[in-house]
């Protein structure tokens, strides 16, 4: 008897999900600690009046205001369950036989799982020594078969994000018909100038596709609803791979509700930064080689050591997010839980 099921699913990584324990201080995630931004509780019980209907296929309203503040057609945009959704489908829509993906590693998880699923080759390029994306071996390993480069700005799990000379280089580089895609879930958080936003910046690029995502500064990751910027053709493919009505009728309501709370957002946004910029000062003093970050967490370089910290932690009730062998990446949350993240930290160090 033959097995019907493709024998490479096995071999593929499972998502790792932050760990969700009652009472403790989830820092494992990456989300926001404020709540959903006001008028989004409301906006979701008002879509609740009206769940026996489907929601707009075309998702034109959210759509709408989006290509009205980024100065784009809304042709360009294409919405999907979280950005995470439109990364698989963007793999799914370039994935002719035996082509490959280039993207750096360690970085977003998500990558290989996509990749493998479309039926696409993963080429990973190691970070440099700082955790960075090491932009000229992403360049070299650039061939024939390569559909697609993914670059990581800012880089989860590690931080930091990728300059503008570092980005300008890369459209230099690659050939028109190689997506340059940037995955920007983070972008709010990022204070360093030298960094570009990338819809700003490339959007006039015929081979720059850009994500973003409503689940990170925008407080929306339990309603999933993300989006991404391409030229129209490329968008009209990715929006076929798209399972019809992927953003629900309360996602749509509730990321407009968002939108209109952005100078809210801001203001949250920077109390994430500033806690930022304290909380990595202090984890320098007791690990040196916190590499920078733009985005609303931190990397500890822990090594062998990345899975007994995050165990540690456990035990005090602060659930991180490791990464065996290699690192543990730690959210920005309130003050107290950062300084209690900081306590952790400093037992772990001087025991
Ligand atoms: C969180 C995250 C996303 C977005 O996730 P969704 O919730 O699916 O929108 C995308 N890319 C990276 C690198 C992320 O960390």
């Given at each position: 008897m033959s097995d019907p099921l493709r024998e490479d699913l096995a071999s593929i990584p499972r998502y790792v999900p932050g760990k969700a324990i009652p009472d403790a201080v989830k820092l494992s995630s990456n989300e926001v600690p404020y709540g959903p931004l006001p008028g989004v509780v409301e906006a979701v019980a008002d879509a609740a009046e009206n769940v026996h209907r489907y929601p707009d296929l075309g998702v034109v309203e959210l759509r709408g205001v989006l290509a009205q503040r980024l100065g784009l057609p809304a042709e360009r945009i294409v919405t999907g369950t979280g950005s995470v959704a439109l990364i698989g489908h963007l793999m799914q829509a370039v994935a002719k036989p035996g082509s490959e993906v280039v993207y750096s590693?360690?970085?977003?998880?998500a990558y290989p799982i996509a990749a493998t699923v479309a039926g696409l080759k993963s080429v990973q390029v190691p970070n440099t020594p700082d955790h960075r994306h090491d932009i000229d071996a992403m360049l070299a390993a650039?061939?024939?078969?390569?559909r697609a480069i993914v670059i990581c700005s800012p880089n989860n799990p590690t931080g930091p994000a990728v300059t503008a000379d570092e980005l300008d280089r890369v459209f230099a580089s690659v050939p028109e018909d190689v997506l340059v895609v940037i995955d920007e879930a983070y972008r709010e958080f990022v204070t360093d100038p030298a960094c570009p936003d990338a819809i700003e910046r490339y959007a006039d690029r015929p081979n720059a596709v850009v994500f973003r995502t409503f689940s990170k500064a925008w407080g929306l990751a339990g309603l999933r609803v993300g989006y991404m910027v391409a030229r129209p053709d490329v968008a009209d493919a990715v929006s076929r791979c798209v399972i019809p009505f992927a953003v629900n009728a309360a996602a749509q309501r509730a990321a407009l509700a968002a939108l209109e709370a952005d100078g809210e957002m801001r203001r949250r946004v920077a109390l994430v930064t500033s806690e930022r910029k304290r909380t990595v000062m202090a984890a320098r003093e007791l690990v040196p080689d916190v590499p920078d970050t733009q985005a609303n967490f931190f990397w500890l370089p822990l090594g062998e050591r990345a899975v007994e910290f995050a165990a540690h932690c456990q035990e005090r009730s602060l659930l991180v997010r490791p990464f065996a062998g290699d690192g543990v990446r730690v959210t920005i949350g309130l003050p107290e839980e950062n300084d209690a993240l900081l306590e952790a930290l400093r037992a772990f160090v001087e025991d």
């Open positions: 590693w360690r970085s977003f998880e650039v061939g024939p078969d390569t």
